[in-house]
């Protein structure tokens, strides 16, 4: 089935970065929109970033514009999200998901597949 598996999660200072990943498989990756959406303990899951099919268009929370980039390789079947100048409020669960429709969506209901997620945790 359909796999999306996600890395490059881990605990890093205030100011610092990294490197999310998200490998797929068994998915036509370059016809599918990928989106990152986190969810910390006792929020609700939220959209991050998304980017089109052929990597030409990204949308940003506007809580990460700025901070966070977004990019695609369907070479690799791959979604990366760069974290810059993290703070403790990026603390959370990272998710990737893939999704069929033409265009970005910030609504978790509307992707198809979802990663198992990685955490991420600023310290202050």
């Known amino acids: 089935q359909v796999q999306l598996v996600e890395s490059g999660g881990g605990l890093v200072q205030a100011g610092g970065s990294l490197r999310l990943a998200c490998a797929t498989s068994?998915?036509?990756?370059?016809?599918?929109?990928m989106g990152w959406f986190r969810q910390a303990p006792g929020k609700e899951r939220e959209f991050v970033s998304g980017?089109?099919?052929?990597?030409?268009?990204?949308l940003y929370a506007n809580s990460v514009k700025g901070r966070f980039t977004i990019s695609r390789d369907n070479n690799k079947n791959t979604v990366y999200l760069q974290m810059n100048i993290l703070n403790p409020e990026d603390t959370a669960v990272y998710y990737c998901?893939?999704?069929?429709?033409?265009?970005?969506?910030?609504?978790?209901?509307?992707?198809?597949?979802w990663g198992q997620g990685t955490q991420v945790t600023v310290s202050s």
């Open positions: 068994r998915l036509t990756f370059s016809r599918y929109v």
């Open positions: 998901a893939a999704d069929s429709l033409l265009y970005i969506s910030i609504v978790a209901d509307e992707y198809d597949y």
């Open positions: 980017i089109s099919r052929t990597g030409g268009t990204t």
